[in-house]
Protein backbone atom coordinates (compact mmCIF):
# COMPACT_ATOMS: atom_id res chain seq x y z
CA UNK A 1 0.00 0.00 0.00
CA UNK A 2 1.24 3.61 -1.05
CA UNK A 3 -0.01 6.62 1.17
CA UNK A 4 0.78 10.28 1.58
CA UNK A 5 1.03 12.32 4.23
CA UNK A 6 0.24 16.04 4.43
CA UNK A 7 2.84 17.39 7.26
CA UNK A 8 3.10 21.04 6.86
CA UNK A 9 2.09 23.59 4.02
CA UNK A 10 -1.74 22.21 4.21
CA UNK A 11 -3.85 25.59 4.96
CA UNK A 12 -0.68 27.68 4.87
CA UNK A 13 1.74 28.51 2.81
CA UNK A 14 5.36 27.46 4.73
CA UNK A 15 6.32 24.37 6.85
CA UNK A 16 6.29 22.44 3.17
CA UNK A 17 6.72 18.92 3.99
CA UNK A 18 4.92 15.71 1.90
CA UNK A 19 6.02 12.37 3.14
CA UNK A 20 5.38 9.43 1.21
CA UNK A 21 5.34 5.75 2.55
CA UNK A 22 5.36 2.76 -0.41
CA UNK A 23 5.69 -0.33 1.27
CA UNK A 24 8.13 -0.62 3.56
CA UNK A 25 9.93 2.71 1.87
CA UNK A 26 9.78 6.20 3.16
CA UNK A 27 11.03 9.45 1.52
CA UNK A 28 9.88 12.66 2.90
CA UNK A 29 9.41 15.82 0.07
CA UNK A 30 11.36 19.17 1.76
CA UNK A 31 11.09 19.88 5.31
CA UNK A 32 10.53 23.55 5.90
CA UNK A 33 10.08 26.21 8.24
CA UNK A 34 7.02 27.14 9.54
CA UNK A 35 6.84 31.16 9.28
CA UNK A 36 3.97 33.83 10.09
CA UNK A 37 1.97 33.69 12.97
CA UNK A 38 3.22 32.88 16.18
CA UNK A 39 1.18 29.94 16.24
CA UNK A 40 2.66 28.65 13.24
CA UNK A 41 6.13 29.58 14.10
CA UNK A 42 5.70 27.48 17.87
CA UNK A 43 5.34 24.61 15.54
CA UNK A 44 8.97 24.57 14.40
CA UNK A 45 9.93 23.30 17.95
CA UNK A 46 7.21 20.09 17.87
CA UNK A 47 8.82 16.91 17.70
CA UNK A 48 8.36 15.35 13.85
CA UNK A 49 5.14 13.39 13.77
CA UNK A 50 7.62 10.24 12.28
CA UNK A 51 10.72 9.03 13.89
CA UNK A 52 13.42 11.23 11.38
CA UNK A 53 15.73 7.76 11.56
CA UNK A 54 12.92 5.89 9.53
CA UNK A 55 13.37 7.99 6.59
CA UNK A 56 15.36 6.83 3.50
CA UNK A 57 16.04 9.63 1.47
CA UNK A 58 14.78 13.42 2.16
CA UNK A 59 14.15 15.29 -1.76
CA UNK A 60 13.85 19.06 -1.90
CA UNK A 61 11.68 20.93 -4.37
CA UNK A 62 14.12 24.17 -3.98
CA UNK A 63 15.83 26.02 -1.32
CA UNK A 64 14.03 28.37 0.10
CA UNK A 65 13.52 28.35 4.22
CA UNK A 66 9.90 27.27 4.08
CA UNK A 67 11.08 24.18 2.19
CA UNK A 68 14.63 23.43 3.42
CA UNK A 69 14.54 25.10 6.87
CA UNK A 70 14.35 22.18 9.33
CA UNK A 71 16.62 19.97 7.92
CA UNK A 72 19.04 20.54 10.69
CA UNK A 73 16.17 19.13 13.06
CA UNK A 74 16.22 16.40 11.18
CA UNK A 75 19.56 15.60 10.83
CA UNK A 76 19.99 16.50 14.98
CA UNK A 77 17.50 14.03 14.99
CA UNK A 78 18.54 10.92 13.71
CA UNK A 79 18.13 11.61 9.74
CA UNK A 80 21.55 9.67 8.68
CA UNK A 81 20.17 9.15 4.94
CA UNK A 82 20.93 11.11 1.69
CA UNK A 83 19.04 14.75 0.36
CA UNK A 84 18.37 15.04 -2.63
CA UNK A 85 18.21 18.18 -5.05
CA UNK A 86 19.51 20.14 -7.55
CA UNK A 87 22.74 21.47 -8.24
CA UNK A 88 22.39 24.57 -7.91
CA UNK A 89 20.04 23.90 -4.50
CA UNK A 90 22.91 22.04 -3.19
CA UNK A 91 24.80 25.09 -2.60
CA UNK A 92 21.85 27.45 -2.03
CA UNK A 93 21.15 24.95 0.60
CA UNK A 94 24.21 25.34 2.25
CA UNK A 95 24.51 28.87 2.35
CA UNK A 96 20.62 29.57 3.59
CA UNK A 97 20.82 26.96 6.74
CA UNK A 98 24.24 28.28 7.69
CA UNK A 99 22.80 31.85 8.12
CA UNK A 100 19.65 31.03 9.54
CA UNK A 101 21.53 29.28 12.22
CA UNK A 102 23.90 31.97 12.64
CA UNK A 103 20.91 34.12 12.75
CA UNK A 104 19.27 32.44 15.59
CA UNK A 105 22.11 32.04 17.71
CA UNK A 106 22.86 35.84 17.27
CA UNK A 107 18.91 36.84 18.07
CA UNK A 108 19.10 34.51 20.74
CA UNK A 109 22.07 36.23 21.90
CA UNK A 110 20.16 39.73 21.86
CA UNK A 111 17.23 38.56 23.09
CA UNK A 112 19.41 37.23 26.10
CA UNK A 113 21.06 40.68 26.44
CA UNK A 114 18.41 42.65 26.33
CA UNK A 115 16.11 40.46 28.27
CA UNK A 116 12.73 40.39 25.91
CA UNK A 117 12.83 36.87 25.56
CA UNK A 118 10.45 34.34 27.67
CA UNK A 119 12.17 31.72 27.71
CA UNK A 120 15.49 32.08 29.98
CA UNK A 121 17.47 31.79 28.18
CA UNK A 122 16.48 31.77 24.88
CA UNK A 123 17.76 29.24 22.96
CA UNK A 124 18.09 28.82 18.64
CA UNK A 125 16.35 25.95 17.12
CA UNK A 126 19.61 24.91 15.55
CA UNK A 127 23.44 26.64 15.56
CA UNK A 128 24.99 27.15 12.42
CA UNK A 129 27.07 24.20 12.80
CA UNK A 130 24.16 22.22 13.17
CA UNK A 131 22.82 23.60 10.29
CA UNK A 132 26.38 23.17 8.13
CA UNK A 133 26.39 18.99 9.16
CA UNK A 134 23.37 18.78 6.72
CA UNK A 135 25.98 19.50 3.97
CA UNK A 136 27.62 15.97 4.14
CA UNK A 137 24.10 14.31 3.21
CA UNK A 138 23.41 16.85 0.21
CA UNK A 139 23.24 14.74 -3.12
CA UNK A 140 23.17 17.02 -6.22
CA UNK A 141 21.10 16.17 -9.20
CA UNK A 142 21.02 17.33 -12.85
CA UNK A 143 17.45 18.59 -14.04
CA UNK A 144 15.91 15.69 -16.35
CA UNK A 145 18.39 12.77 -15.33
CA UNK A 146 16.60 9.48 -13.51
CA UNK A 147 18.05 8.55 -10.14
CA UNK A 148 17.43 5.53 -8.22
CA UNK A 149 16.55 6.33 -4.32
CA UNK A 150 16.40 2.60 -2.70
CA UNK A 151 13.42 1.28 -5.48
CA UNK A 152 11.76 4.43 -6.62
CA UNK A 153 12.87 6.43 -9.74
CA UNK A 154 13.19 10.31 -8.92
CA UNK A 155 13.33 13.01 -11.97
CA UNK A 156 13.62 17.20 -11.41
CA UNK A 157 12.03 19.15 -13.89
CA UNK A 158 12.73 23.06 -14.36
CA UNK A 159 10.24 24.84 -11.73
CA UNK A 160 10.86 28.24 -12.42
CA UNK A 161 10.37 30.76 -9.25
CA UNK A 162 14.01 30.71 -8.03
CA UNK A 163 17.49 29.66 -9.54
CA UNK A 164 17.70 25.63 -8.88
CA UNK A 165 13.79 25.30 -8.42
CA UNK A 166 12.41 22.23 -9.60
CA UNK A 167 9.08 19.52 -9.68
CA UNK A 168 9.84 16.06 -8.13
CA UNK A 169 8.64 13.02 -10.24
CA UNK A 170 8.59 9.78 -8.48
CA UNK A 171 7.48 6.90 -9.85
CA UNK A 172 7.01 3.75 -7.17
CA UNK A 173 5.54 0.44 -7.54
CA UNK A 174 2.59 2.07 -6.15
CA UNK A 175 2.26 4.56 -9.34
CA UNK A 176 3.52 8.13 -10.04
CA UNK A 177 3.69 11.35 -8.20
CA UNK A 178 4.60 14.50 -9.14
CA UNK A 179 5.23 17.74 -6.44
CA UNK A 180 4.92 20.75 -8.00
CA UNK A 181 7.07 22.81 -5.61
CA UNK A 182 6.82 26.50 -6.03
CA UNK A 183 5.70 26.94 -9.73
CA UNK A 184 7.39 30.04 -11.20
CA UNK A 185 6.31 32.68 -14.10
CA UNK A 186 6.62 32.11 -17.60
CA UNK A 187 7.94 35.52 -18.02
CA UNK A 188 10.18 36.01 -14.96
CA UNK A 189 13.05 38.51 -15.99
CA UNK A 190 15.74 36.24 -14.44
CA UNK A 191 14.47 32.70 -14.19
CA UNK A 192 13.26 30.66 -17.26
CA UNK A 193 9.86 29.23 -17.70
CA UNK A 194 8.50 25.98 -15.52
CA UNK A 195 8.30 22.97 -17.87
CA UNK A 196 5.31 21.24 -18.65
CA UNK A 197 5.00 18.72 -15.78
CA UNK A 198 5.33 14.98 -16.93
CA UNK A 199 2.49 12.49 -16.48
CA UNK A 200 1.61 11.02 -13.28
CA UNK A 201 -1.39 9.11 -11.46
CA UNK A 202 -0.92 12.15 -8.83
CA UNK A 203 -0.18 15.66 -8.07
CA UNK A 204 0.41 17.53 -5.21
CA UNK A 205 0.33 21.29 -6.60
CA UNK A 206 0.80 24.53 -4.57
CA UNK A 207 -1.37 27.36 -4.40
CA UNK A 208 0.11 30.34 -3.02
CA UNK A 209 -1.67 33.02 -5.35
CA UNK A 210 -4.32 30.41 -6.71
CA UNK A 211 -7.19 33.48 -6.34
CA UNK A 212 -5.38 35.77 -7.80
CA UNK A 213 -4.32 37.43 -10.83
CA UNK A 214 -1.08 39.32 -10.68
CA UNK A 215 -1.76 42.86 -12.00
CA UNK A 216 -0.37 44.19 -15.43
CA UNK A 217 2.04 46.08 -14.26
CA UNK A 218 5.45 46.76 -15.73
CA UNK A 219 7.47 47.28 -12.12
CA UNK A 220 10.50 48.64 -13.77
CA UNK A 221 8.20 51.86 -14.17
CA UNK A 222 6.85 51.08 -10.81
CA UNK A 223 10.29 50.92 -8.74
CA UNK A 224 11.13 54.13 -10.65
CA UNK A 225 8.45 56.54 -9.69
CA UNK A 226 8.60 54.89 -5.62
CA UNK A 227 12.56 55.35 -5.99
CA UNK A 228 12.36 59.40 -7.77
CA UNK A 229 10.05 60.34 -4.82
CA UNK A 230 12.26 58.94 -2.07
CA UNK A 231 15.27 60.60 -4.12
CA UNK A 232 13.29 63.90 -4.01
CA UNK A 233 12.71 64.24 -0.33
CA UNK A 234 16.32 63.21 0.00
CA UNK A 235 15.31 59.54 1.59
CA UNK A 236 16.56 55.97 2.08
CA UNK A 237 14.62 53.44 -0.51
CA UNK A 238 14.94 50.53 2.02
CA UNK A 239 13.98 46.89 0.16
CA UNK A 240 13.24 44.09 2.24
CA UNK A 241 14.60 41.37 -0.16
CA UNK A 242 14.66 37.03 -0.19
CA UNK A 243 18.69 36.53 -0.50
CA UNK A 244 17.36 34.12 -2.96
CA UNK A 245 15.77 35.17 -6.21
CA UNK A 246 14.14 38.78 -5.00
CA UNK A 247 17.82 40.62 -4.27
CA UNK A 248 19.06 39.83 -7.65
CA UNK A 249 15.88 40.41 -9.28
CA UNK A 250 15.77 43.81 -7.33
CA UNK A 251 19.71 44.80 -8.62
CA UNK A 252 18.44 43.08 -12.32
CA UNK A 253 15.88 45.82 -12.36
CA UNK A 254 17.71 48.85 -10.93
CA UNK A 255 20.63 48.18 -13.33
CA UNK A 256 18.08 48.20 -16.25
CA UNK A 257 17.08 51.83 -14.55
CA UNK A 258 20.61 52.90 -14.70
CA UNK A 259 21.10 52.13 -17.59
CA UNK A 260 18.49 53.19 -19.52
CA UNK A 261 19.13 56.67 -17.45
CA UNK A 262 15.12 56.85 -16.24
CA UNK A 263 16.58 57.20 -12.73
CA UNK A 264 19.32 59.13 -11.39
CA UNK A 265 22.07 56.75 -10.23
CA UNK A 266 22.26 56.53 -6.52
CA UNK A 267 24.64 55.00 -4.00
CA UNK A 268 22.82 51.03 -3.74
CA UNK A 269 23.96 48.66 -0.84
CA UNK A 270 23.59 44.83 -0.52
CA UNK A 271 23.72 44.18 2.75
CA UNK A 272 22.91 40.49 3.54
CA UNK A 273 26.22 38.48 3.51
CA UNK A 274 24.11 35.24 2.22
CA UNK A 275 22.37 37.18 -0.57
CA UNK A 276 26.29 38.17 -1.74
CA UNK A 277 27.13 34.68 -2.03
CA UNK A 278 23.95 33.57 -3.52
CA UNK A 279 24.78 36.39 -6.56
CA UNK A 280 27.58 34.72 -7.31
CA UNK A 281 26.13 31.69 -7.86
CA UNK A 282 24.47 33.15 -10.90
CA UNK A 283 27.73 32.87 -12.68
CA UNK A 284 28.59 28.88 -11.79
CA UNK A 285 24.56 28.20 -12.81
CA UNK A 286 24.22 29.60 -16.31
CA UNK A 287 21.46 27.11 -17.57
CA UNK A 288 19.46 27.72 -14.47
CA UNK A 289 19.08 31.29 -15.57
CA UNK A 290 17.88 33.92 -18.47
CA UNK A 291 21.30 35.71 -18.39
CA UNK A 292 24.50 36.21 -20.17
CA UNK A 293 27.28 35.63 -17.86
CA UNK A 294 28.08 38.84 -19.46
CA UNK A 295 24.87 40.71 -17.99
CA UNK A 296 25.64 38.88 -14.50
CA UNK A 297 28.74 40.38 -13.82
CA UNK A 298 27.75 44.06 -15.09
CA UNK A 299 24.29 44.12 -13.36
CA UNK A 300 25.13 42.75 -9.77
CA UNK A 301 27.83 45.44 -10.22
CA UNK A 302 25.87 48.39 -9.20
CA UNK A 303 25.33 47.56 -5.43
CA UNK A 304 28.50 47.88 -3.07
CA UNK A 305 27.95 44.90 -0.89
CA UNK A 306 28.37 44.74 2.77
CA UNK A 307 29.26 41.57 4.49
CA UNK A 308 30.56 42.79 8.14
CA UNK A 309 28.28 43.90 10.78
CA UNK A 310 29.63 47.18 11.25
CA UNK A 311 30.03 48.00 7.99
CA UNK A 312 26.18 47.03 8.24
CA UNK A 313 25.58 49.42 11.70
CA UNK A 314 27.53 52.63 9.62
CA UNK A 315 24.71 52.30 7.32
CA UNK A 316 21.82 53.26 9.40
CA UNK A 317 24.60 56.99 10.06
CA UNK A 318 24.59 57.60 6.43
CA UNK A 319 21.92 60.02 4.84
CA UNK A 320 20.02 59.55 1.73
CA UNK A 321 19.22 59.52 -1.00
CA UNK A 322 20.89 55.53 -0.86
CA UNK A 323 18.52 52.19 -1.77
CA UNK A 324 19.48 49.77 1.26
CA UNK A 325 18.59 45.59 0.20
CA UNK A 326 18.43 43.47 2.86
CA UNK A 327 16.79 40.10 4.11
CA UNK A 328 15.16 39.11 5.23
CA UNK A 329 12.05 39.20 2.41
CA UNK A 330 8.78 39.54 5.12
CA UNK A 331 10.68 41.75 7.69
CA UNK A 332 10.72 38.54 10.09
CA UNK A 333 14.63 39.26 11.23
CA UNK A 334 17.50 39.89 10.08
CA UNK A 335 20.20 43.31 8.79
CA UNK A 336 16.75 44.82 7.23
CA UNK A 337 14.54 44.87 10.87
CA UNK A 338 17.81 47.09 12.33
CA UNK A 339 17.30 49.21 9.18
CA UNK A 340 14.14 49.74 9.79
CA UNK A 341 13.90 50.51 13.55
CA UNK A 342 16.84 53.56 12.38
CA UNK A 343 14.60 55.06 8.99
CA UNK A 344 11.03 54.44 9.63
CA UNK A 345 10.33 57.46 11.95
CA UNK A 346 11.42 59.61 9.31
CA UNK A 347 8.57 60.71 6.95
CA UNK A 348 11.51 61.02 4.19
CA UNK A 349 12.17 57.79 4.01
CA UNK A 350 10.68 54.85 1.85
CA UNK A 351 10.07 51.22 2.88
CA UNK A 352 9.79 48.91 -0.39
CA UNK A 353 8.03 45.28 -0.32
CA UNK A 354 8.62 43.26 -3.29
CA UNK A 355 6.89 40.13 -2.39
CA UNK A 356 4.20 37.78 -0.28
CA UNK A 357 4.12 39.24 2.92
CA UNK A 358 2.48 36.18 5.29
CA UNK A 359 0.02 36.83 7.75
CA UNK A 360 1.69 37.54 11.04
CA UNK A 361 4.98 39.53 9.69
CA UNK A 362 5.75 42.81 10.11
CA UNK A 363 5.66 43.17 6.31
CA UNK A 364 2.13 42.11 6.62
CA UNK A 365 1.39 44.37 9.56
CA UNK A 366 3.03 47.27 7.51
CA UNK A 367 0.72 46.45 4.25
CA UNK A 368 -2.44 46.77 7.17
CA UNK A 369 -1.43 50.11 8.17
CA UNK A 370 0.33 50.07 11.68
CA UNK A 371 1.89 53.02 12.27
CA UNK A 372 4.03 51.39 15.12
CA UNK A 373 6.15 47.97 14.84
CA UNK A 374 7.66 45.81 17.46
CA UNK A 375 11.40 45.53 16.59
CA UNK A 376 14.23 44.34 18.83
CA UNK A 377 11.53 44.70 22.06
CA UNK A 378 10.73 47.94 21.76
CA UNK A 379 7.96 50.01 19.77
CA UNK A 380 8.98 51.67 16.54
CA UNK A 381 6.67 54.51 15.08
CA UNK A 382 6.05 53.96 10.87
CA UNK A 383 6.12 57.63 9.55
CA UNK A 384 8.21 56.39 6.18
CA UNK A 385 6.20 55.87 3.34
CA UNK A 386 5.40 52.30 2.86
CA UNK A 387 5.14 51.22 -0.73
CA UNK A 388 4.44 47.82 -2.67
CA UNK A 389 5.28 46.63 -5.28
CA UNK A 390 3.56 43.65 -6.76
CA UNK A 391 5.36 43.00 -10.40
CA UNK A 392 8.01 41.33 -9.06
CA UNK A 393 6.45 37.88 -7.77
CA UNK A 394 8.13 34.73 -8.43
CA UNK A 395 4.73 32.82 -7.65
CA UNK A 396 2.44 31.61 -10.80
CA UNK A 397 -0.62 33.27 -10.01
CA UNK A 398 -3.71 31.83 -10.65
CA UNK A 399 -3.83 31.56 -14.85
CA UNK A 400 -0.53 30.70 -14.42
CA UNK A 401 -0.96 28.05 -12.28
CA UNK A 402 -4.19 26.45 -14.20
CA UNK A 403 -2.11 26.30 -17.27
CA UNK A 404 0.51 24.20 -15.78
CA UNK A 405 -1.92 22.18 -14.51
CA UNK A 406 -3.54 21.44 -17.80
CA UNK A 407 -0.47 21.07 -19.48
CA UNK A 408 -0.13 17.44 -17.70
CA UNK A 409 0.42 15.03 -21.06
CA UNK A 410 -2.91 12.79 -18.86
CA UNK A 411 -5.57 13.60 -16.67
CA UNK A 412 -3.90 12.61 -13.66
CA UNK A 413 -6.08 10.34 -10.75
CA UNK A 414 -6.39 13.00 -7.97
CA UNK A 415 -4.60 16.42 -6.91
CA UNK A 416 -4.41 18.27 -3.73
CA UNK A 417 -3.37 21.62 -3.50
CA UNK A 418 -1.00 22.40 -0.79
CA UNK A 419 0.91 25.78 0.21
CA UNK A 420 -1.66 28.30 0.21
CA UNK A 421 -4.37 29.79 2.52
CA UNK A 422 -7.89 28.37 2.96
CA UNK A 423 -9.15 31.03 0.64
CA UNK A 424 -6.32 30.92 -2.07
CA UNK A 425 -6.42 27.11 -2.15
CA UNK A 426 -10.11 26.46 -2.39
CA UNK A 427 -10.01 29.49 -5.20
CA UNK A 428 -8.37 27.83 -7.63
CA UNK A 429 -9.85 24.24 -6.14
CA UNK A 430 -13.05 25.70 -7.80
CA UNK A 431 -11.25 27.60 -10.68
CA UNK A 432 -9.50 23.79 -11.78
CA UNK A 433 -12.75 22.05 -11.46
CA UNK A 434 -14.76 24.22 -13.64
CA UNK A 435 -11.85 24.93 -16.37
CA UNK A 436 -10.74 20.95 -16.29
CA UNK A 437 -13.04 18.65 -14.46
CA UNK A 438 -9.81 17.24 -12.79
CA UNK A 439 -10.73 15.31 -9.25
CA UNK A 440 -9.08 18.28 -7.27
CA UNK A 441 -8.55 18.12 -3.14
CA UNK A 442 -7.65 20.71 -0.86
CA UNK A 443 -4.76 19.14 1.44
CA UNK A 444 -5.96 18.51 4.89
CA UNK A 445 -3.32 19.39 7.49
CA UNK A 446 -2.26 15.89 9.47
CA UNK A 447 -4.26 13.68 6.98
CA UNK A 448 -2.96 10.50 5.54
CA UNK A 449 -4.43 8.95 2.25
CA UNK A 450 -4.10 6.46 0.26
CA UNK A 451 -3.27 6.20 -3.52
CA UNK A 452 -4.90 3.79 -4.95
Known amino acids: MTTLSFLGAAGTVTGSRHLLTTGSRRILVDCGMFQGLKALRLRNRDPFPFDPASLDAVVLTH ?3 DHSGLLPVLVKGGYTGPIYCTEPTERLVRILLADSGHLQEEDARYANKKGFSRHRPAQPLYTEAEARRVGDQLRAVPLGARTEIDGATLTFTMGGHILGAASVHLRTDGGSIVFSGDIGRPDDLLIPAPEPPP ?3 FVVMESTYGGREHPLLDP ?4 AMVLKRTVRRG ?11 RAQLVLYVLWRLFSSGAIPKVPV ?3 SPMAIDVTDLYLEFPDYHRLSTEKVAEAFAIAEYTRSVDDSKELNHRGGPMVLIAGAGMLSGGRITHHLAAFAPDHRNTVLLTGYQAAGTRGASLLGGARHLKIHGRSVPIRCEVAKLDGLSAHADQSELLDWMGALP ?11 EPEQADALRHAAERRLGSRVRVAEDGRTVELE
Not at 235 to 245: H, Q
Not at 411 to 418: A, C, D, G, Q, S
Open 199 to 201: AAD
Open 63 to 65: AHL
Open 235 to 245: GVLMVPSFAVG
Open 220 to 223: ESAL
Open 410 to 420: ERPRKIWLVHG
Open 269 to 271: FLN
